[in-house]
């Protein structure tokens, strides 16, 4: 008998579970009447639409913003769509059309940043980043003032031009024919992006090559380069995973949490160190200003400027920022240089005007200094035509906190409006935008490196409302100088020197019977880790006669 109470018990609890379950989502589904609705059973931003396959009332997919593109909305309608879903409970608004995207990106009181899905970005403190409201200005003030900015272009160049000069002449001493094959693009613009940060951003130049000796400081129990590169490495490692699961005998883990550590220990260090230097903590040891002493020293001058308003950055925080301009500058800047020499082997005729560009600026002697930066225009656009094309950040999540009514591009193509319900995500959505044919034009999906270069006059064609390479609105990218800065240093010097070529090509495995946006599309290919990160590609670089 008792057992049969408890069997209905389970019963009664169950039904009335599903019946709440099902009546909060016909509730959902109505408050998101007025907009096309995906009707889900699972949201594709939760964990198991990784597991479960792609089924329509099912499953969009993970992967969905950057599978479909402009195809995720109704056609002939705006470029707008909701998402309601069962597992979990959620409803969220996807949007793509520029008017709105600005309203939302500017108004900061109506649509707030949902730092708790960023918690990944503030694993060594709070920063910029993560934190909202008065904590966010607070932060902002230090770490866009002119203090800490005015010395990352000429940083971010030298440094950029050392590195990729290190690599060629190790490229050089190891190869006679002239050509170099790189197995993975994006392990060398890993690599590359990795040696720009340690040297602009702590004053450390290890060697280049993996086998040469390395200092290991006193306390230490690895290079400085190999804690950087595991932290890079495996922030998601160290995001899921408790702290005593590092400690535990399996390799990934056990050196995932050593380089945390021994990271943490060098920072730490190292502010301290800028701190208690009474002549310039702007620089490194060998005299060079780097990111950490340009924070220290503008955290400082705020300090010193307005004492009792206790507006300066705890060591906490300036580690937290220094990581957060690691995280963002290294994987974002080398994913994309990595699929800028694709494109480039790929479209040989756009690399050879680019390389004509290039010759054209630097002189003949090949010395490149940071002078040169505002005349390598087609460098620079074909850095910001990739970004377009495959944007770091393919998703930038907001939460509305009231009911809104934003701006937006009608079915006629007239201005119109529509309501935001408030407790929902807004997801703006980088791809789509990028690929909309209305701001881009009908070859939209094109590569085409011309869309940004300006006019001499200084005046622009390309809309750049609906650009979100660098997000949009007040927490646009503090960094996007630093990375334009830095991609077109280590794109100009390495075409300048070398063309590339697809390994493929010149093997001959390519497929037969491909079409250029097949083979583009096979070439390409990207999935949605932190950031979009493309496969690894085969390339070759054949150094040009002018080298020699």
């Given at each position: 008998?008792?057992?049969?109470?408890?069997?209905?018990?389970?019963?009664?609890?169950?039904?009335?579970?599903?019946?709440?379950?099902?009546?909060?989502?016909?509730?959902?589904?109505?408050?998101?009447?007025?907009?096309?609705?995906?009707?889900?059973?699972?949201?594709?931003?939760?964990?198991?639409?990784?597991?479960?396959?792609?089924m329509?009332?099912?499953?969009?997919?993970?992967?969905?913003?950057?599978?479909?593109?402009?195809?995720?909305?109704?056609?002939?309608?705006?470029?707008?769509?909701?998402?309601?879903?069962?597992?979990?409970?959620?409803?969220?608004?996807?949007?793509?059309?520029?008017?709105a995207?600005?309203?939302?990106?500017?108004?900061?009181?109506?649509?707030?940043?949902?730092?708790?899905l960023?918690?990944?970005?503030?694993?060594?403190?709070?920063?910029?980043?993560?934190?909202?409201?008065?904590?966010?200005?607070?932060?902002?003030?230090?770490?866009?003032?002119?203090?800490?900015?005015?010395?990352?272009?000429?940083?971010?160049?030298?440094?950029s031009?050392?590195?990729?000069?290190?690599?060629?002449?190790?490229?050089?001493?190891?190869?006679?024919?002239?050509?170099?094959v790189?197995?993975?693009?994006?392990?060398?613009?890993?690599?590359?992006?990795l040696?720009?940060?340690?040297?602009a951003?702590?004053?450390?130049?290890?060697?280049?090559?993996?086998?040469?000796?390395?200092?290991?400081?006193?306390?230490?129990?690895?290079?400085?380069?190999t804690?950087?590169?595991?932290?890079?490495?495996?922030?998601?490692t160290k995001f899921?995973?408790?702290?005593?699961?590092?400690?535990?005998?399996?390799?990934?883990w056990?050196?995932?949490?050593?380089?945390f550590?021994?990271?943490?220990?060098?920072?730490?260090?190292?502010?301290?160190?800028?701190?208690?230097t009474?002549?310039n903590?702007?620089?490194g040891?060998?005299?060079?200003?780097?990111?950490l002493?340009s924070l220290?020293?503008?955290?400082?001058?705020?300090?010193?400027?307005?004492?009792?308003?206790?507006?300066?950055?705890?060591?906490?925080?300036?580690?937290?920022?220094?990581?957060?301009?690691?995280?963002?500058?290294?994987?974002?800047?080398?994913?994309?240089?990595?699929?800028?020499?694709a494109?480039?082997?790929?479209?040989?005729?756009?690399q050879?005007?680019?390389y004509?560009?290039?010759?054209?600026?630097?002189?003949?002697?090949?010395?490149?200094?940071?002078?040169?930066?505002?005349?390598?225009?087609r460098?620079?656009?074909?850095?910001?035509?990739?970004?377009?094309?495959?944007?770091?950040v393919?998703?930038?999540?907001?939460?509305?906190v009231?009911?809104?009514?934003?701006?937006?591009?009608g079915?006629?193509?007239?201005?119109a409006?529509?309501?935001?319900p408030?407790?929902?995500?807004?997801?703006?959505?980088?791809?789509?935008?990028?690929?909309?044919?209305?701001?881009?034009?009908?070859?939209?999906?094109?590569?085409?490196?011309?869309?940004?270069?300006d006019?001499?006059?200084?005046?622009?064609?390309?809309?750049?409302?609906?650009?979100?390479?660098?997000?949009?609105?007040?927490?646009?990218?503090?960094?996007?100088?630093f990375?334009?800065?830095?991609?077109?240093?280590?794109?100009?010097a390495?075409?300048?020197?070398?063309?590339?070529?697809?390994?493929?090509?010149?093997?001959?495995t390519a497929?037969?019977?491909?079409?250029?946006?097949?083979?583009?599309?096979?070439?390409?290919?990207?999935?949605t880790v932190?950031?979009?990160?493309?496969?690894?590609?085969?390339?070759?670089f054949?150094?040009?006669?002018?080298?020699?």
């Amino acid at each position: 008998m008792i057992v049969l109470l408890l069997a209905l018990a389970a019963v009664l609890y169950l039904v009335s579970w599903s019946w709440s379950q099902w009546t909060e989502f016909q509730r959902n589904v109505a408050m998101l009447s007025h907009l096309p609705t995906y009707k889900l059973l699972i949201h594709p931003h939760h964990l198991f639409s990784m597991l479960v396959p792609r089924m329509s009332y099912i499953n969009l997919g993970e992967q969905y913003t950057w599978r479909y593109k402009m195809d995720l909305y109704w056609k002939d309608k705006p470029a707008i769509a909701a998402i309601s879903s069962a597992m979990p409970m959620r409803r969220s608004i996807v949007i793509s059309d520029a008017q709105a995207v600005k309203a939302i990106a500017n108004d900061r009181i109506s649509f707030v940043k949902p730092v708790s899905l960023y918690a990944a970005l503030a694993l060594f403190g709070p920063n910029v980043g993560v934190v909202e409201g008065a904590e966010w200005r607070r932060h902002r003030k230090i770490v866009v003032g002119p203090n800490f900015q005015e010395t990352t272009g000429l940083t971010a160049w030298t440094e950029s031009i050392r590195t990729v000069n290190m690599c060629i002449e190790d490229w050089r001493a190891k190869q006679t024919s002239g050509e170099v094959v790189v197995q993975s693009a994006v392990k060398l613009t890993l690599k590359i992006a990795l040696f720009v940060i340690c040297a602009a951003g702590f004053s450390q130049r290890p060697p280049w090559r993996d086998d040469a000796p390395e200092a290991l400081p006193k306390d230490h129990k690895m290079p400085f380069r190999t804690a950087l590169h595991g932290v890079l490495e495996n922030v998601f490692t160290k995001f899921i995973l408790p702290n005593w699961a590092l400690r535990l005998p399996i390799q990934k883990w056990r050196h995932t949490g050593q380089a945390f550590d021994e990271f943490e220990r060098y920072l730490r260090e190292m502010v301290a160190h800028r701190r208690a230097t009474s002549t310039n903590v702007r620089e490194g040891e060998d005299g060079r200003e780097d990111l950490l002493g340009s924070l220290t020293h503008a955290n400082a001058s705020t300090d010193a400027s307005e004492p009792s308003k206790k507006l300066a950055l705890t060591d906490q925080e300036v580690m937290g920022n220094i990581y957060i301009f690691l995280l963002a500058g290294h994987d974002t800047t080398a994913h994309t240089l990595a699929f800028t020499l694709a494109l480039l082997a790929l479209y040989p005729e756009e690399q050879k005007r680019l390389y004509e560009h290039i010759a054209s600026v630097v002189p003949a002697d090949g010395t490149m200094d940071f002078e040169l930066f505002p005349r390598l225009t087609r460098s620079l656009a074909v850095f910001m035509e990739t970004l377009r094309l495959y944007p770091s950040v393919v998703i930038i999540p907001k939460y509305s906190v009231v009911d809104a009514v934003v701006p937006i591009t009608g079915d006629d193509g007239k201005p119109a409006t529509v309501f935001l319900p408030k407790g929902g995500e807004v997801m703006i959505n980088t791809v789509g935008l990028h690929y909309s044919q209305r701001y881009w034009g009908p070859d939209a999906s094109a590569f085409r490196p011309d869309r940004f270069i300006d006019a001499p006059d200084g005046s622009y064609s390309w809309p750049r409302e609906a650009f979100l390479g660098f997000s949009a609105g007040p927490r646009s990218c503090l960094g996007q100088k630093f990375a334009q800065v830095e991609a077109v240093a280590i794109l100009s010097a390495l075409l300048f020197k070398y063309e590339v070529l697809l390994k493929e090509d010149v093997d001959g495995t390519a497929p037969k019977g491909e079409t250029l946006d097949q083979k583009r599309a096979r070439i390409t290919q990207a999935k949605t880790v932190i950031t979009l990160t493309p496969s690894a590609v085969p390339i070759i670089f054949r150094e040009r006669e002018i080298a020699h």
